[in-house]
């Protein structure tokens, strides 16, 4: 003759792991978004010039939506819940360009894919290092072209290290936009010396 077994304590056993279940996906980290910002608007005279920002070139370790944090010389962690709220291939011209227009006084200026673009001035940028750290800040490697429509183009280097105001993911954003600014300046200086507007340089530069 069997033993019937007792069907109660596998109903239990059932009902704790469906709890643990529904604790553990109630518990998943919410996601967070952030966007590279361009400096404030400052007075700016008239400049009656037209400026194009190519799209930007990044290295591939970096050019992906989640944050890319590195926690040692040879180690970095891809944040899945600290993400990008657009392509940095986007992000970066836009901020780019919306600087120049501030920093090049009432200049037009565009930026994106449209290589058809009338321009007085093109802008080409190859980003060697992009690098994100919360215990460091932002550092930013790039090299630039500047291309007008008559004499050579001007080529240049920026190295932009931006402390973090905030040990956290929105500090790092924060930084890498005034990274940014700092080579706007610095291509505004090489588009339109004339018409470059002065701006206080972003600590840590």
Known sequence: MRAKLDPGPLRHAAAAGMTMLLLGCG??????F????????????????SIHVSTVSLPDAVDRTPMVI????????????????????TAIPRVLAANLSQLVGGARVSSGRQGGTPADYRVNVEIARFESSLAEGATLEATWTVAGKTGAPVQ????????SA???HAGIASAHSRAL?????????????????PRPAARGG
Not at 27 to 32: L, Q, Y
Not at 156 to 163: I, K, N, S
């Open 34 to 49: 952030y966007t590279l910002s361009s400096a404030p608007p400052v007075e700016s005279s008239t400049a009656a010039v």
């Open 156 to 163: 240049g280097r920026t190295l932009a290290r931006v402390p």
């Open 70 to 89: 590195r926690t040692g010389p040879n180690q970095v962690e891809i944040e899945d819940f600290h993400r990008w709220a657009e392509p940095l291939k």
């Open 166 to 168: 905030s040990v956290d």
């Open 181 to 197: 600014d700092q080579l706007a300046r610095e291509i505004a200086a090489a588009i339109s010396p004339p018409h470059a507007t």
């Open 27 to 32: 518990s998943t980290p919410k996601e967070s």
